[in-house]
């Protein structure tokens, strides 16, 4: 990635200090982002994004076969198939390809989201947004509902139904916006499920996960002392500031610089992250954006919904 580039996404963050963001991207180099199409149902033009269930289709995963996996006993589940074949991907690949599977999990739902709900939309955006609250709730920062959690606790049950029946691979790293919905959502989802050592659920937040960059008070981070209380065991990393340098509650993100951004914080975990499978949790917005780096068609999550990219990086 170029210094000029670099300066130029630098200048999309609003109120974002230069060095600070420029201390979060490590010099790799281009780095070019391929969606593998054929795998997962969600990258299919025909699959219905508002109606999709998750827990239902097995993450998505077509069942099908695979170069890799012909011959190979028909007691393999097809999360072990699919495991042999990106294992196979990557053993054929040249030194400046990877491939990775990321699985990219929506917050569950947030006091912003039932506000907005129990508001309407036009009156959230034009007034209520912009506020910390109500007289009875908070949304700065905005927590999880209890509906939330219940959906936070639902993906941690398949997971381990997953885990259990489709042998499905362990996430090797784990990654998670900073904002507080994201923080609670990731521990829900995979804090006791039965992970092995070599792979523990030990997060690392990331400012650049975090949604796009609004007026809004519920995008507005609390401060690193505030997330190390909250998971001291957790790693946080060194360029997020004490406190919220990005929001300003003036000025906003364009598409263009949220992609911009996201391009940066993928290139960061792809240049320094030799693991296969990678969990990244954060909002729809930050998803959406992710997976227009990708090169992956627009598919909407509902709140805690998962969805699994299958993603060719060439360095």
């Keep these: 990635m170029s210094f000029i580039t670099l300066l130029g996404a630098v200048a999309c963050l609003a109120g974002v200090q230069a060095q600070n963001c420029l201390n979060t991207v490590n010099a790799t180099g281009y780095l070019n982002y391929t969606t593998v199409t054929g795998y997962f149902l969600q990258d299919n033009p025909t699959t219905n994004a508002s109606t999709f269930d998750y827990t239902a289709t097995n993450f998505g995963l077509i069942n099908r076969t695979y170069p890799s996996t012909d011959g190979l006993t028909a007691n393999l589940t097809q999360w072990q198939k699919f495991e042999a074949q990106v294992n196979a991907l990557n053993a054929a690949a040249p030194l400046n390809t990877a491939y990775k599977v990321l699985f990219m999990g929506r917050h569950g739902e947030g006091v912003h989201n039932a506000a907005e709900s129990y508001y309407g939309t036009p009156a959230w955006n034009c007034y209520w947004a912009e506020l910390n609250g109500n007289a009875?709730?908070?949304?700065?920062?905005?927590?999880?509902?209890?509906?939330?959690?219940?959906?936070?606790?639902?993906?941690?049950?398949?997971?381990?139904?997953?885990?259990?029946?489709?042998?499905?691979?362990?996430?090797?790293?784990?990654?998670?916006?900073?904002?507080?919905?994201?923080?609670?959502?990731?521990?829900?989802?995979?804090?006791?499920?039965?992970?092995?050592?070599?792979?523990?659920?030990?997060?690392?937040?990331?400012?650049?996960?975090?949604?796009?960059?609004?007026?809004?008070?519920?995008?507005?981070?609390?401060?690193?002392?505030?997330?190390?209380?909250?998971?001291?065991?957790?790693?946080?990393?060194?360029?997020?500031?004490?406190?919220?340098?990005?929001?300003?509650?003036?000025?906003?993100?364009?598409?263009?610089?949220?992609?911009?951004?996201?391009?940066?914080?993928?290139?960061?975990?792809?240049?320094?992250?030799?693991?296969?499978?990678?969990?990244?949790?954060?909002?729809?917005?930050?998803?959406?954006?992710?997976?227009?780096?990708?090169?992956?068609?627009?598919?909407?999550?509902?709140?805690?919904?998962?969805?699994?990219?299958?993603?060719?990086?060439?360095?």
Excluded: M
């Design 136 to 315: 009875t709730n908070e949304w700065f920062d905005a927590d999880l509902t209890p509906n939330g959690i219940k959906q936070a606790l639902i993906a941690h049950d398949f997971w381990a139904h997953e885990i259990a029946v489709q042998k499905i691979p362990y996430p090797q790293s784990y990654y998670t916006s900073p904002l507080t919905r994201c923080l609670k959502t990731a521990n829900y989802t995979f804090a006791g499920l039965e992970f092995p050592k070599y792979y523990p659920f030990v997060p690392t937040v990331r400012e650049l996960l975090r949604e796009g960059i609004s007026i809004h008070t519920c995008d507005h981070r609390r401060s690193r002392t505030y997330i190390h209380n909250l998971f001291p065991t957790w790693n946080i990393d060194p360029s997020l500031t004490e406190y919220d340098q990005i929001w300003n509650g003036v000025t906003a993100e364009t598409n263009a610089a949220q992609d911009a951004r996201s391009k940066i914080v993928l290139d960061s975990i792809f240049s320094s992250d030799d693991h296969t499978w990678i969990s990244i949790t954060s909002h729809s917005g930050e998803i959406g954006s992710i997976l227009r780096v990708l090169g992956h068609q627009s598919f909407s999550l509902s709140t805690g919904a998962v969805i699994p990219v299958l993603v060719k990086a060439e360095f």
